[in-house]
């Protein structure tokens, strides 16, 4: 069973530019959640989608921003990137019920090493 | 707001020795625990997830235990070996219902010295 798929692997852009990353989930899982791991942060949440609509966002600006498509693949991009947004930014699957409970743990990808200049 | 902490930030100790890592949170009221390792550079590798329910979990060399009321859990690493050497970081999801986010802990870092 193939796991959480992330693409690219790295990602070197320079200020003020736009960027796409991609996740493909563990197949039958329908959510799916984003976070930003940096030294001084950790692991910060994002957002997560489930059935193509965002269930929840984390504090961050409105540059970051995402989708879900029917198939349970998710893009997240950030627009006019700054020094700031340079980070390690993890995808993570999971199964879950409708009413929102979770059935299954938390499977993350290897990430989108993104370097900003 | 839920807050994780990770207590050491580090911790090095020689092969072969039993080890525990310690997660806390200050809401009891979760849906789950999960524990992971993070290899540099690497996504997060699910090692074992406790429900609420649930005192303790156990899979190979490794038994995380939980205990709601103090807000606590622990991993305990059996016979540590070099390849055990990652960040570990633990992660609570919230029982509130709905689209809950999890918290992750800040992790610590382990190095088994050979």
């Known amino acids: 069973k193939a796991g959480v798929t992330q693409t690219p692997r790295y990602l070197i852009k320079t200020r003020g530019q736009q960027v796409t990353l991609s996740c493909s989930p563990i197949s039958g899982h329908r959510s799916v959640s984003w976070y930003q791991q940096t030294p001084g942060q950790g692991l910060q949440f994002l957002f997560e989608y489930f059935s193509e609509t965002q269930r929840n966002k984390g504090n961050f600006p409105g540059r970051f921003s995402g989708r879900q498509f029917s198939n349970s693949r998710s893009e997240m991009n950030v627009s006019t990137l700054e020094l700031g947004d340079s980070a390690l930014y993890l995808c993570a699957s999971s199964r879950r019920y409708p009413d929102g409970s979770y059935n299954s743990p938390l499977h993350f990808g290897n990430g989108t090493r993104l370097t900003v200049t | 707001k839920q807050e994780v902490t990770q207590i050491p930030a580090a911790l090095s100790v020689p092969e072969g020795e039993n080890l525990v890592l310690n997660c806390s949170f200050t809401?009891?009221?979760?849906?789950?625990l999960q524990w992971f390792r993070q290899d540099p550079g690497k996504g997060l590798t699910s090692l074992l997830l406790?429900?609420?329910?649930?005192r303790e979990q156990t899979s190979g060399r490794l038994n995380a235990s939980l205990d709601k009321s103090s807000g606590r859990s622990t991993l305990y690493i059996a016979a540590s070996q070099p390849g055990d050497s990652a960040t570990y970081l633990c992660a609570v999801r919230p029982s509130s219902g709905g689209y809950q986010k999890v918290t992750f802990g800040t992790g610590t870092k382990l190095q088994v010295i050979p």
């Open positions: 809401d009891s009221a979760i849906y789950n």
């Open positions: 406790i429900q609420s329910s649930q």
